[in-house]
């Protein structure tokens, strides 16, 4: 091995060593403030229709979620990711929470069953796929200028990942479900989700968004 041969290695050995010096807190050093205050106010929009336990909660699972599929991966954490797993989070505990409310006008376990799995989970799918793929790729600004090119992609990720993550619920988490419907006093299912119930939800979503196809494998924009 040659002099020149040494260096290159050893650029790439000070190159990976930087790399793995950047953690959560500096990328969100990366975040411009105007950014911040846009996450805040979304999540305080958020907190106040699902609760603050609920938004923050659901807030925590994302980014730890988003953190484990990164590493899984081997891709390092971008400040872009973050922000568009605060964003989705916000929209999701304000969604599960209204969604709970008028789930829970149903009377029986079998309409709750019925309504659960044959509207309510493929309608949450449905919404899922698209819309983590348009905020992971696409700012507001850069969606309204390649808004067909980015519905595209969308409808893209919803119709490569639907049919995995719905067939898989009805197969290991129909019962889980019932029994959490049937048993969990139905005043009390937002907050035992955003809580007691969070762990299973993170491991959930960890593995639906690990069996996700990569959106950057479909479209992607700029944001």
Known sequence: MGLEDTLVENKEEEHKGL??????????????????GFIGTFSLASALIAGPAMML????????????????????????????????AAISASYFSTGYHYFNMLGSIFMKGLVGFFV????????????????????????????????KGAYQSFKANFKNAYTKTL??????????????????QAMAHATGGRLAS??????????????????????
């Open 19 to 36: 790399e793995a010096k950047v953690g959560f807190r500096d990328i969100l050093r990366q975040i411009p403030p105007k950014d911040y």
């Open 57 to 88: 909660g659901t807030l925590a699972s994302y980014l730890f979620v988003y953190t484990a599929i990164q590493k899984k991966k081997k891709e390092p954490l971008t400040a872009k990711g973050i922000k568009a797993e605060s964003y989705f």
């Open 120 to 151: 309510g989970i493929p309608l949450s799918f449905a919404m899922y796929f698209p819309l983590k793929y348009l905020l992971h790729n696409y700012s507001p600004l850069s969606f309204i200028k390649n808004i067909g090119t980015a519905i």
């Open 171 to 188: 197969k290991y988490l129909a019962v889980p479900l019932l029994a959490f419907w049937g048993l969990v006093p139905p005043d009390i």
């Open 202 to 223: 993170m491991g959930v979503k960890y593995k639906i968004d690990s069996e996700i196809k990569d959106t950057r494998d479909i479209q992607e924009s700029p944001a």
